[in-house]
C-alpha cells in the first residue's frame, strides 16, 4: 500500500523557519518525482514545488521561489521542504504527492502549517 | 501563464449523472494529460481520474474523464449520482513540467 506521511508542520512567527518532511513508503520512491502542494484555508490547491526522481530537475512556484528549499533523499525514501522568511500567506495544509507517469497520483494526509505573531 | 478554469458549483440529484467541466487558457489541453481529485470535507484530495480518463484501483466505474480538443476542455463525469459523492473536485495539468490546478469545483448532491 502506498503511504505519504508528512510531518514538521506548527506554529511559526513570520519571518521564521521550518522544515517539513514526507516518508514514502509502499512503492519504489527513487522511481518518481514528488511534488508539495498546499491548501490555504477555505482555498484551492495551490502547487508549490516539485523535484524530479534523481534531484535532477527542480521547480518552484513564483510564491516561494528564493524563500523554499525542496529535497529528497532517496536513500530514506523521503522528501522535505525547507521552509525560510515564512509569510501570513504561507499558512496552509502542505501536502507531499508522487507524480506518475502510469499510475495515479498519490497524496499524504497533509501538515499542518501556522505562520503567525 | 497557463490556466485551468472550472465552474465554481454544481448540484444535481441523487442518482443523476452529472458533468464537471475544466478549460485551459492557451495551447491544446490534449498536450499534456489531466488528472481528477476529489477533497472531502476535512481530508486529503485523493486521485479520481488520472492520464485524462484511467480510473485508479478503488474509484467505482461511476467516474470517467475525457477530453474534449475542440473546447480546449476536461471533463468529469460522474453517473449515478450518491450523497457521498458531494464534495469538491480539482482538475490538474501541467506547464512546462509544473502542476497547474483548476480552482475546484463544489459538488452538491441533494
Known amino acids: 500500500e502506498v503511504q505519504l506521511v508528512e510531518s514538521g508542520g506548527g506554529l511559526v512567527k513570520p519571518g521564521g523557519s521550518l522544515r517539513l518532511s514526507c516518508a514514502a513508503s509502499g512503492f519504489t520512491f527513487s522511481s518518481y518525482s514528488m511534488n508539495w502542494v498546499r491548501q490555504a484555508p477555505g482555498k484551492g490547491l495551490e502547487w508549490v514545488s516539485s523535484?524530479?526522481?534523481?534531484?535532477?530537475?527542480?521547480y518552484y512556484a513564483d510564491s516561494v521561489k528564493g524563500r523554499f528549499t525542496i529535497s529528497r533523499d532517496n536513500a530514506k525514501n523521503s522528501l522535505y521542504l525547507q521552509m525560510n522568511s515564512l509569510r501570513a500567506e504561507d499558512t496552509a495544509v502542505y501536502y507531499c504527492a508522487r507524480d506518475g507517469p502510469g499510475i495515479a497520483v498519490a497524496w499524504g494526509q497533509g501538515t499542518l502549517v501556522t505562520v503567525s505573531s | 501563464n497557463f490556466m485551468l478554469t472550472q465552474p465554481h458549483s454544481v448540484s444535481e440529484s441523487p442518482g443523476k449523472t452529472v458533468t464537471i467541466s475544466c478549460t485551459g487558457s492557451s495551447g491544446s489541453i490534449a498536450s499534456n494529460y489531466v488528472q481528477w481529485y476529489q477533497q472531502r470535507p476535512g481530508s486529503a484530495p485523493t486521485t479520481v481520474i488520472y492520464?485524462?480518463?484511467?480510473?485508479p484501483s478503488g474509484v467505482p466505474d461511476r467516474f470517467s474523464g475525457s477530453i474534449d480538443s475542440s473546447s480546449n476542455s476536461a471533463s468529469l463525469t460522474i453517473s449515478g449520482l450518491k450523497t457521498e459523492d458531494e464534495a469538491d473536485y480539482y482538475c490538474?495539468?501541467?506547464?512546462?513540467?509544473?502542476?497547474?490546478f483548476g480552482g475546484g469545483t463544489k459538488l452538491t448532491v441533494l
Open positions: 492520464e485524462d480518463n484511467q480510473r
Open positions: 523535484i524530479s526522481s534523481s534531484s535532477s530537475y527542480i
Open positions: 490538474q495539468s501541467y506547464d512546462s513540467s509544473i502542476w497547474v
